[in-house]
């Protein structure tokens, strides 16, 4: 696993979940979260966001979900490691198809919503979404299992910081249901990830929260304002 960057951090973002500006968002971040379909998202709607991030040079990762778009992905599910394993197989083959066909390709793999958090302490199911999403580099949070194991089976990883959500004492985040969890002002949002820009490869502005062009926007202005680069963190330099 790579190291955070002394002069450079990666700004990424959810796109293709139809409830967001995936335009505006391509505009100003450097890797794209694509939904793949299973929380959201359909083919149309990935063609369109893998065309814009080809022609900008944003990288493209496959943002993985349980099959729940009633729940948006954020129920935990209790599937089956082999069932897992395959669904995650569909929601890579799916996105990688149309990105080579937009002429770019999938760079990394993100697990959205409760996927992302059960497999940072579920070693059965990161096993199978490793399994399922052949070689990909891995993005998660410092100290998910997925992460580790990624990196045990010689894959490569990136550290990721939430500066719109709140954390808790233990590093992880605190739950949407609770106070604290969202943090909505632009201005905090783009104060907060400077402060993790030395501590992690890349910054999520989560693009379902309102106003998140603007917060991306003003993510963006802060950190090239205190003299980091904000670039892709997949390329091979």
Known sequence: MRSAPSHRVDLNADLGEEVTDDAGLLEVVTSANVACGFHAGDAATMRAVCAEAVRRGVAVGAQVSYLDREHFGRVERDVPADVLREQV???????????????????????????????????????????????????????????????????????????????????????????????????AVAARAV????????????????????????????LEAAGWEVATCWSAD
């Not at 198809?97 to 579920?122: F, S």
């Not at 410092?142 to 233990?170: H, I, K, N, Q, V």
């Not at 820009?197 to 003003?218: I, K, M, T």
């Open 89 to 187: 197989a569909e929601q890579v083959g799916v996105l990688t198809a149309i990105a080579v066909a937009e002429g770019g390709d999938v760079a990394y793999l993100k697990p959205h919503g409760a996927l992302y958090h059960r497999v940072a302490v579920d070693e059965v199911q990161a096993a199978a979404v490793l399994d399922g999403s052949g070689t990909l580099p891995v993005l998660a949070m410092p100290g998910s299992r997925l992460l580790a194991m990624a990196t045990g089976r010689g894959r490569d990883g990136r550290l990721e910081g939430f500066p719109d959500r709140g954390y808790t004492a233990d590093g992880g985040l605190v739950p949407r249901d609770q106070p604290g969890a969202l943090v909505t002002d632009a201005r």
């Open 195 to 222: 402060e993790l820009a030395g501590a992690v490869d890349s910054v999520c502005v989560h693009g379902d929260s309102p106003g998140a062009v603007a917060a991306a926007r003003a993510v963006r202005r802060a």
